[in-house]
């Protein structure tokens, strides 16, 4: 059970990163006793109404949807996005599929590969967001 409680954190983790670092959320809250599902506010919404107006954190690193959403910010960024799937029969007859995903343009290239297309979208999104910040301090 620990282990599992060690992927919803490391889930939860990436979600908040790509919401801050990519998706460009200002800022997140965790409201309730267990403080485990970070939430935010929409645009147009008030702190002093956090509580009627919050929505619980997209699930970035796991839904394709939210993850399509943060390669639709990637294409607003001016990069383009590159998503390959390959599958390799393994020796027991059972696939695995692989899904790689490339950012690349302003200087950078990055690609990350998994058999999660939503977990490879968001960590190639955050390993591109930081070399784009590191090559622009330079």
């Avoid at 059970?1 to 997140?28: E, P, T």
């Avoid at 939430?39 to 949807?65: D, F, H, N, Q, R």
């Avoid at 020796?91 to 999660?116: L, M, R």
């Amino acid at each position: 059970m620990k282990k599992q409680a060690s992927i919803i954190n490391d889930d939860y983790q990436l979600n908040s990163s790509v919401a801050m670092k990519v998706m460009g959320f200002r800022q997140l809250f965790y409201p309730g006793v267990k403080k485990q599902i970070p939430y935010y506010l929409p645009k147009g919404a008030t702190w002093k109404s956090e509580v009627l107006e919050s929505k619980p954190l997209p699930k970035y690193s796991s839904e394709i949807k939210p993850a399509w959403s943060v390669l639709e910010k990637l294409v607003a960024f001016g990069w383009n996005v590159h998503i390959e799937n390959s599958s390799s029969a393994q020796e027991n007859s059972n696939t695995e599929t692989i899904w790689c995903v490339t950012v690349a343009g302003k200087g950078t290239i990055s690609t990350v590969c998994s058999e999660n297309l939503p977990e490879a979208i968001c960590r190639t999104a955050l390993e591109a967001i930081e070399k784009r910040s590191d090559s622009n301090t330079l």
